[in-house]
């Protein structure tokens, strides 16, 4: 079985798939979301961006909240897990601006364009986050076993993507409210 969800102008085709029996896929999209924060903070970085951008995180929530009621998921469930990518994003690049600012021989060479380079990126695994959240919600219960899956997920993720400190800590926030219910 296959499903259309419309995204914007964009036509992304998913392929239905039976529950998961693990949050494996959910978390490293999470981790690949916060490793874009990297180009983000690069494409800011000495200039009068700020990290904040209300209106984008804005369009990123209401685009979430569209796609999980067209998804049939818990609008409110899946508004809480993109904040929560949001804010993790935002941890990544303040730890980058310091990181840069206190060691500016390690700050990115190349400012890659936000609407073109990073976006789309974003905008994919959007998608991809969505018909996680949909295929796991048999799992994403506020039980021990959700918080064991996670667990055992984040630190697949951890070691697949390896990151460092800063993104697992990113990555701690980002996926806390996967187990809520």
């Known amino acids: 079985m296959t499903y259309l969800l419309v995204v914007g ?3 992304v085709m998913t392929t239905a798939l039976p529950p ?5 896929a959910l978390v490293s999209l999470s981790a690949e ?3 874009l924060a990297d180009r983000v903070a690069a494409a800011k970085f000495g200039t009068d961006q700020p990290i904040e ?4 995180e804005r369009q990123v929530l209401d685009r979430a909240a569209a796609m999980a009621a067209e998804a049939g998921l818990d609008t409110t469930g899946t508004v809480a897990f993109f904040r929560a990518q949001i804010e993790a ?3 990544v690049q303040r730890g980058l601006f310091d990181r840069w600012a206190r060691h500016p021989e390690r700050a990115p060479k190349r400012r890659p364009d936000l609407a ?8 994919r695994i959007t998608a991809a986050l969505i018909s996680r959240l949909a295929a796991t919600e048999d799992l994403r219960a506020a039980t021990r076993q959700c918080g064991e899956l996670l667990v055992s997920a984040k630190r697949a993720a951890d070691r697949r993507h390896r990151l460092d400190p800063l993104h697992e800590r990113a990555l701690h926030g980002a996926i806390a409210p996967v187990c809520t219910g």
């Open 116 to 123: 073109t380079e990073v976006r789309p990126h974003l905008d």
């Open 33 to 35: 979301r916060l490793l």
């Open 20 to 24: 998961s029996r693990d949050l494996n």
């Open 9 to 11: 102008l964009t036509a």
């Open 89 to 91: 994003s935002k941890a």
């Open 53 to 56: 951008d209300p209106v984008r």
